[in-house]
């Protein structure tokens, strides 16, 4: 009887744990976004609807989640932002679209955006991003649309860039890039327009 | 007061957006204009492209660099049973790298200074229509092209050597038309004779030798 008892206890206490557990994990990425705008300068009060206490960031404005509840798009374009981007950006593991373009953030891209294995477009155009482009941006394999330009990153293009093959639009144009233009895999495809106004190596001119 | 200040802020901002964002915005827009105005369209597929100061980059067809920056680079009007000749205005959109206007009812010649009117363009579809008259050997100023499809119209003469220098190529095909001639050398690329078929004269590798 004492046994049995115990027993009931013990797996109330685990199970109750376990659930604890869970709704702690299921806020991994909510934590993420949140660490975001703790970063962030926000004037207008865009992020206002991002409470941390709720179970999923799934309810925030400007976040939209897959059917698991996974974030998958962030729609912060033309916010009147401030402030730099977080590392834990890296941990939306199913975000699709990151979306930042036309605010004023300053900093770096983190490494970590390299981890965002589903990426479908990376728009943070027309900030006051610095640095160089990560060369982690090259395993992002399923990324369509790179857009950069407007900003103030310097060093080098990464030749890991020309290793996503799905890439259809890039914008580099107005930052500090310099050295040379890669024109091999998908960077055939993109002209002098996506280079545009950076003090980068000329092209080569073509035989006649 | 705090509301005024907003409402001046963020037209400082748009404007400032537009400039740093746009290059020569005005001549898309005379762009597209002059691609209506060139087209019989008797399926009414360009509907929405309603001139009144709005955004283009929800015109059907269209996609801009950014969005709704006027900035074009991409048109896409196939199969839109469009009646004309080639719209020489669209030499407006200096920012276009797409063009496709496959599968319409096109005919006159191709522009024989195509690469002025279309100085970045890297994939080139006119196939399917009616176009006439020579393959103008200025497409080898296009440097940037890598898809290049002309097959299913009435082009005759011969396919101008310098189209071999077009050193991005990997899709080229003017197969069932009505050319003649020796096929092109290209450098480190070789088509497939599905890229020259339905021709009447064509000769060279990878068809029988001339």
Redesign the interface.
């Known amino acids: 009887m004492l046994f049995t008892n115990c027993f009931f206890h013990i797996s109330m206490l685990t199970f109750q744990l376990w659930v604890a557990f869970r709704q702690v994990s299921g806020n991994a990425e909510g934590d993420a976004l949140y660490a975001l705008k703790s970063n962030l300068g926000d004037p207008y009060n865009v992020l206002q609807s991002w409470d941390p206490t709720l179970v999923n960031p799934c309810t925030w404005y400007h976040v939209t989640c897959n059917f698991e509840n996974q974030v998958a798009r962030l729609d912060i374009?033309d916010a009147?932002l401030s402030g730099q981007l977080v590392p834990q950006l890296g941990e939306l593991r199913h975000l699709q679209y990151l979306e930042m373009?036309?605010n004023s953030i300053s900093g770096g891209i983190p490494r970590e955006v390299g981890k965002l294995k589903k990426l479908v477009s990376l728009d943070l155009?027309?900030n006051r991003l610095s640095g160089p482009i990560p060369d982690t941006l090259g395993r992002l394999h399923t990324l369509r649309f790179l857009?950069l330009?407007?900003n103030n990153f310097s060093g080098h293009i990464p030749m890991s860039l020309t290793t996503i093959n799905t890439l259809q639009?890039l914008?580099l144009s107005?930052n500090q890039l310099t050295g040379p233009i890669p024109?091999n895999g998908s960077f055939?495809?993109?002209?002098?327009?996506s280079f545009a106004n950076n003090p980068l190596d000329p092209l080569p001119a073509?035989?006649? | 007061m705090v509301s005024e200040f907003r409402a001046a802020f963020a037209l400082i901002?748009i404007l400032a957006?537009l400039l740093?964002?746009g290059h020569a915005t005005p001549s898309d827009i005379e762009c597209l204009k002059a691609i209506k105005s060139s087209f019989k369209d008797p399926n009414n597929y360009l509907a929405s492209w309603i001139f009144d100061n709005s955004s283009i980059c929800k015109f059907t067809g269209i996609e801009c660099?950014?969005?709704d920056d006027n900035k074009v680079?991409n048109i896409r009007l196939s199969g839109f049973g469009l009646k004309g000749e080639f719209p020489l205005g669209i030499a407006g959109c200096a920012?276009m790298?797409g063009l496709d206007l496959s599968g319409n009812s096109i005919h006159g010649n191709i522009p024989s200074n195509i690469s002025k009117l279309m100085t970045?363009i890297?994939s080139l579809d006119l196939s399917s229509n009616q176009f006439s008259g020579e393959i103008p050997a200025d497409l080898a100023n296009c440097?940037?092209l890598?898809v290049l499809k002309l097959d299913n119209n009435r082009l005759a003469g011969h396919i101008p050597p310098q189209i071999g220098?077009l050193?991005?190529l990997?899709t080229f095909s003017v197969a069932k038309n009505q050319l003649t001639g020796r096929i092109p050398i290209f450098r480190n690329i070789s088509f497939p004779a599905g890229s020259y078929a339905g021709n009447p004269g064509l000769c060279g590798k990878p068809l029988p030798a001339c």
């Open positions: 374009g009147g373009y036309n155009y027309v857009r330009n407007n639009l914008d107005n024109v055939k495809y993109f002209t002098p327009i073509s035989p006649t | 901002s957006w740093l964002t660099w950014h969005q680079i920012s790298t970045y890297t440097s940037y890598n220098l050193n991005r990997r």
